[in-house]
């Protein structure tokens, strides 16, 4: 059972623009909770993360909110860039847990 | 730099070879993961290691076998590969509250 998911597939969003990527979790027992970027045949690299105790967290271009009570979290990327155009996973773990689950992935082109 | 290198970015077997892919890692941290990503399913765990010679099913692990002799390294096993077996195969490790570090990856093709 899928417990992190990622039901849009795919977004297209023009350059300058927002990206809005969306993640949900069915475990409350989940405190952290990251995003990956992925390039095709390529390693996925770490993106930013945040902790159960925040609901927001910046990085740059790169905002992650996280709802707590709707278990839904989202990654914002302002402005967008071609450059951004890849795979992005949502990711999430438990404290005491060794284990990471990941969602399914949401391919976003950001056009020129 | 942290660094996750996988043995090989590419490599073709035969349908029934059995097939070591190797995975080290150079910050001494415990765990160590196995994933593999196919379209439409993203990451899904084959096997995780926690420490030195402990590992752990993941979600898919029929038809894969798992080693870790030394903490640096983590070897994912074919046993007997088959054509269902084509995939990305992504090898990660993450400190007791870090991140995860993934490899670059190796494409197995098995035909």
């Known amino acids: 059972d899928q417990q992190v998911k990622q039901n849009s597939p795919s977004l297209s969003v023009q350059e300058g623009r927002i990206s809005i990527l969306n993640c949900d979790y069915t475990?409350?027992?989940?405190?952290?909770f990251l995003w990956y970027k992925k390039y095709p045949a390529e390693g996925p690299t770490f993106l930013i993360s945040?902790?159960?105790?925040?609901d927001k967290n910046e990085d740059g271009r790169f905002t992650v909110f996280l709802n707590k009570s709707a278990k839904h979290l989202s990654l914002h990327i302002v402005p967008s860039q071609p450059g951004d155009s890849a795979v992005y996973f949502c990711?999430?773990?438990?404290?005491?847990?060794?284990?990471?689950?990941f969602g399914t992935g949401t391919s976003l082109t950001v056009i020129p | 730099d942290v660094k996750v290198t996988q043995s090989s970015r590419y490599l073709v077997k035969r349908t029934g070879e059995k097939v070591f892919l190797e995975c080290v890692q150079d910050?001494?941290?415990?765990?160590m993961f196995w994933y593999r990503q196919d379209p439409g399913l993203g990451l899904r765990l084959i096997y995780f290691?926690?420490?030195?010679?402990?590992?752990e099913k993941g979600d898919i692990p029929e038809g894969y076998s798992v080693s870790r002799e030394k903490k640096e390294r983590f070897s994912l096993i074919l046993e007997s590969a088959s054509t269902n077996q084509t995939s990305m195969y992504l090898c990660a490790m993450s400190g007791l509250n870090t991140e995860a570090f993934f490899g670059q990856g190796t494409r197995l093709t098995v035909v």
């Open positions: 290691s926690y420490d030195v010679k402990m590992k």
């Open positions: 990711a999430a773990r438990w404290n005491t847990g060794n284990q990471f689950y």
């Open positions: 945040i902790s159960s105790i925040k």
């Open positions: 475990n409350s027992m989940f405190d952290y």
């Open positions: 910050m001494d941290h415990e765990n």
